[in-house]
């Protein structure tokens, strides 16, 4: 008989199912339960609602941009901008009795058949709904030949012409713009030493940068001043605002602010072809932002002036066309309400 005893076979445990379905459900909960407290404990980035005036140009279409690129010199950017609101207290009714004052002073008589437009010989008063502002002109004054014009001396003449009303709107008279304009008839931009006129832009200053509203070109403000320093024409917005800061924002970059071009987020403002009267801006193949500055916009859908990044540029539509352009884009975040 062998010695060696047969070992009995050990049993084998069975093996158990793992359900997989309920540990996945965990998983998930406790994934999204890091992800709510992360997302609370994170500050979320403030971002202001896009208006239509963000990615619309200035003729109502919209631009698709193919290839885009940024060729100018860097400036500048702080790292967070002031976002403003007008003040509560302004009185918004200011323009209207402005032009009730012009009307009474000047004796001036509403023209029949025309809307917003009031006359006495060559002086005249119009409200241009388009652009809500009204134009004062008043007669061609003779001027000086050989007069230099005094930059300091015609800007205080402009602002006194509000003073006389008992306005005093914080306006800038924005020196690196002025049009020093000759003496003929159809008044053409000249030296300044040849020049007998000078036209002025003017327009709010925030936090040293130059206001503008949505997507116009235009400042809002302007006056012209011969060399007697006699005033020749005004035109101001039709309504007067101070201005508040409520917060701060983050700055974006250049980069960003070129690839939200490049995605859309644009509006071009002016656009100007030597070859073309009429100007297709929907296709843009290429697009050359040669130099940038920085200006705040007037949103008046929400009552705040917010920073933008306004480009030089030279298009080159689907036709072929070259077209010197101004493209603006926000320098904070933004995002549409969808």
Not at 76 to 83: G, L, R, V, Y
Not at 294 to 309: G, N, S, V
């Amino acid at each position: 008989m062998n010695n060696q005893q047969s070992q009995p076979k050990q049993m084998q445990k069975p093996v158990r199912k793992i359900k997989l379905v309920p540990i996945l459900i965990i998983v998930i909960i406790v994934a999204l339960l890091v992800s709510a407290a992360l997302t609370i404990l994170t500050p979320q980035k403030d971002k202001i609602v896009q208006n239509d005036f963000v990615i619309n140009n200035y003729n109502d279409t919209k631009s698709t941009f193919k290839n885009i690129s940024f060729s100018g010199t860097t400036i500048n950017i702080p790292e967070k901008f002031k976002i403003y609101q007008i003040d509560p207290n302004t009185s918004l009714d200011l323009s209207t009795k402005l032009a009730e004052k012009l009307i009474n002073e000047y004796q001036l008589v509403a023209r029949e058949n025309v809307e917003n437009y009031w006359q006495n010989g060559a002086i005249f008063l119009v409200k241009n709904t388009n652009d809500d502002r009204y134009a004062f002109n008043l007669p061609f004054a003779e001027q000086q030949n050989g007069l230099t014009i005094v930059v300091d001396e015609a800007i205080k003449t402009c602002l006194n012409f509000y003073s006389k009303y008992n306005i005093n709107p914080p306006l800038t008279a924005q020196k690196n713009q002025l049009i020093y304009l000759n003496n003929n008839l159809e008044q053409a931009e000249t030296e300044p030493e040849q020049a007998t006129s000078l036209q002025i832009p003017l327009t709010y200053q925030l936090d040293g940068y130059p206001m503008f509203y949505q997507n116009e070109n235009n400042y809002p403000f302007l006056c012209k001043v011969n060399n007697n320093y006699e005033l020749t024409r005004v035109v101001f917005k039709s309504n007067f605002y101070t201005f508040t800061p409520i917060k701060e924002m983050d700055s974006i970059t250049i980069d960003q602010a070129v690839k939200n071009i490049k995605d859309g987020k644009a509006s071009i403002i002016d656009a100007q072809s030597k070859i073309a009267d009429i100007i297709d801006l929907s296709w843009i193949n290429e697009a050359d932002l040669y130099s940038v500055s920085i200006e705040y916009r007037y949103d008046e859908d929400l009552k705040i002036a917010y920073p933008f990044y306004k480009f030089k540029a030279k298009l080159t539509n689907s036709a072929g066309i070259n077209i010197e352009a101004l493209v603006i884009t926000p320098a904070v975040e933004t995002a549409s309400e969808d």
